[in-house]
């Protein structure tokens, strides 16, 4: 499924889910895929659930990586501006749904039931979200799709001065 950026100026609404930032906080595979993306705040409009928030915070607790999670608090909410969304208790009887409709753990139920909520893009690097109508995308494929983009935008400009 392709995910192509709004070529109206309006940033992408993203659904960020929890491996995107552990990908950079523990620095596996694609940090500097996910740094790169965290960094183009214009073209995205980044949202991530509680769940993600909480689940980020227990692992680095487990790791007693206290001050690393209050650095992700102050960076991704704070300077980042990534928007913090929940499901109310009425919402949960739709993440039970997917879960049993899709075949997916309850966090994965729960990003997807969000997305749906709230429009939202799912971007993961969990291949579980392909089962679902809304899919995902990782953020390397949004940032070819963002190249590509301007690639073409430059070339119509091209075009239209010779």
């Known amino acids: 499924m392709a995910f192509r950026i709004s070529s109206k100026n309006e940033p992408m609404n ?15 595979t694609h940090a500097e895929e996910v740094r790169t993306f965290l960094s183009d705040t214009d073209n995205f409009a980044l949202s991530m659930s509680d769940f993600s928030l909480h689940s980020i915070g227990h ?12 650095k992700f608090i102050d960076d991704v909410v704070g300077r980042l501006g990534v928007t913090v969304l929940h499901l109310d208790p009425g919402d949960l009887s739709s993440v039970i749904t997917a879960a049993q ?12 039931i969000v997305a749906e909520k709230y429009g939202l893009t799912i971007v ?5 979200f392909d089962r679902t ?10 940032l070819q799709e963002l190249n590509q983009q301007d690639d073409d935008n430059q070339d119509n400009g091209n075009e239209a001065t010779l």
Request: proline letters at 4%.
């Open 59 to 70: 692992i680095l607790f487990r790791r007693r990586s206290y001050v690393a999670f209050q």
């Open 101 to 112: 409709q899709y075949t997916l753990d309850f966090d994965d139920a729960y990003q997807y």
């Open 124 to 128: 993961s690097y969990d291949r579980d």
């Open 133 to 142: 109508p809304r899919a995902r995308t990782t953020p390397g494929i949004l």
């Open 14 to 28: 993203c659904l960020l889910d929890s491996n995107i930032f552990l990908e950079g906080i523990l620095l596996q």
